[in-house]
């Protein structure tokens, strides 16, 4: 029995650090598309200000 809660423990802890570098993907990933976004919109507005 004892062997089961350990192994349990063990696949409870690699869990863990799979979501944690989940969310930190998920963070990176939105802070990237966030810096591009705003590197869009300040080269946006000057292309279409050329257009129009």
Do not use: P
Not at 23 to 50: H, I, M, P
Request: aromatic letters at 10%; hydrophobic letters at 50%.
């Amino acid at each position: 029995m004892v062997a089961f809660f350990s192994e349990f423990v063990t696949y409870l802890l690699l869990v863990a650090i799979m979501a944690g570098v989940a969310v930190c993907g998920v963070f990176v990933g939105k802070k990237l598309r966030d810096n591009k976004n705003a590197k869009e919109a300040g080269a946006g507005t000057d292309s279409k200000a050329e257009e129009g």
